[in-house]
């Protein structure tokens, strides 16, 4: 179970933004929120910062799969993903500490269900005497709800990080992957068939910050921005 954990050390509101292809949106919607964080912008390498304006807001630059663990955990008050990995945690963990403040509409892509072209379509009743239905991808908690949704009682879900495509057909028999359209994914080599849940761009606060501290320096200069 993951468990919130607190520090006295140091009282500073903390802000996890996303580092990979976030980056230039998120410092675009910055910029127009006037939420000054020098160093923070497309291809920097420098992941510990401090913002100008609001003043002394504690910055760190994860990847989006690790924001929504380190806000839930306590570990920052703020912080900004792809709501794909916000579900992926929250599917697992119901009672997630996690506050799901706005949609900031840019970012958008979807997940998919997908086979291989030309192969077996994605099996419409579990396989009783061939195997399991062989699942690959990077958000297997995604991929297992999808699994039960489609009643699949015999499958297996492997875990990757990555190149989820290049699983198939050897490998397994359907891929969970994201892509912004299905011609993303076709040109990934696959045949998409099904769209799963649709995503974008989130802040995110932690829960007990939400209720207890003061988070409107940022979240209103974020919300009058996006």
Not at 172 to 194: H, S, Y
Request: glycine letters at 6%.
């Amino acid at each position: 179970m993951i468990s919130q954990t607190s520090s006295d050390a140091d009282s500073r509101l903390k802000v996890a933004l996303p580092k990979g292809g976030l980056t230039k949106s998120v410092a675009c919607l910055m910029e127009r929120a006037d939420f000054v964080v020098p160093g923070y912008h497309d291809g920097s390498r420098v992941y510990r910062l401090v913002s100008e304006s609001p003043p002394g807001v504690f910055v760190k630059v994860f990847s989006p799969r690790d924001i929504p663990i380190q806000v839930a955990v306590g570990n920052y008050d703020i912080g900004i993903s792809d709501r794909l990995w916000v579900d992926e945690l929250i599917t697992s963990y119901r009672r997630i500490a996690l506050v799901i403040v706005m949609d900031l509409g840019f970012g958008h892509e979807r997940l998919y269900a997908a086979t291989s072209p030309g192969g077996a379509a994605a099996p419409a009743r579990p396989r009783m005497s061939n195997g399991p239905v062989r699942i690959v991808s990077e958000y297997p908690n995604l991929a297992e709800a999808y699994a039960r949704s489609m009643r699949f009682f015999n499958y297996r879900v492997f875990p990757v990080w990555g190149a989820a495509a290049s699983y198939l057909p050897e490998a397994a028999d359907i891929a969970v992957v994201k892509g912004a359209n299905a011609a993303a994914v076709r040109r990934m080599e696959l045949e998409p068939t099904a769209e799963i849940v649709k995503s974008q761009a989130v802040v995110i606060a932690n829960r007990a910050s939400f209720e207890t501290r003061d988070l409107s320096g940022i979240l209103s200069r974020l919300r009058e921005a996006s």
